[in-house]
């Protein structure tokens, strides 16, 4: 029993929950979490991010989409650490995972990501907010 997720999708999976919880051995970590963010909202997120990369820069230096994504995560708050590269000349940010996050999170991110964009003169291909759902 390494690890076990389950998706509560009605009173069926709560009650395998139920049953799953009371075999559980003592010690074990249980974790709630608010559902994932769907695809649409992902599809979305990553649209934006082309859209900044092709439109945006900071200090007059431009970004790949990925490198956009780390920069919004961290300005938001999400932590991040810093690894060398295996011949020690470089450091890459890790950490930064967008398929964790919530419907609720990645729905605060892209609001963020619009904001800047409207600030920064940034146009947006997909300019409909996507809601919830899970992927």
Not at 34 to 46: G, H, T, V
Not at 86 to 103: I, K, N, W
């Amino acid at each position: 029993m390494a690890r076990h997720v389950f998706t509560l999708r009605g009173e069926g999976e709560r009650a395998k929950l139920i049953a799953w919880a009371s075999r559980v051995p003592v010690g074990w970590r249980v974790e709630f979490k608010e559902p994932k963010r769907s695809m649409e909202q992902n599809n979305r997120f990553w649209a934006m991010l082309s859209d900044v990369a092709r439109q945006g820069q900071i200090n007059g230096l431009k970004f790949d989409p990925e490198q956009w994504k780390c920069i919004f995560m961290k300005a938001v708050g999400r932590d991040v650490s810093f690894l060398p590269t295996l011949d020690g000349t470089y450091f890459f940010p890790a950490g930064f995972r967008s398929s964790d996050l919530s419907v609720r999170e990645m729905s605060d991110l892209q609001t963020f990501i619009e904001a800047w964009g409207d600030e920064s003169g940034i146009i947006f291909s997909d300019p409909a907010p996507v809601s919830g759902g899970e992927a």
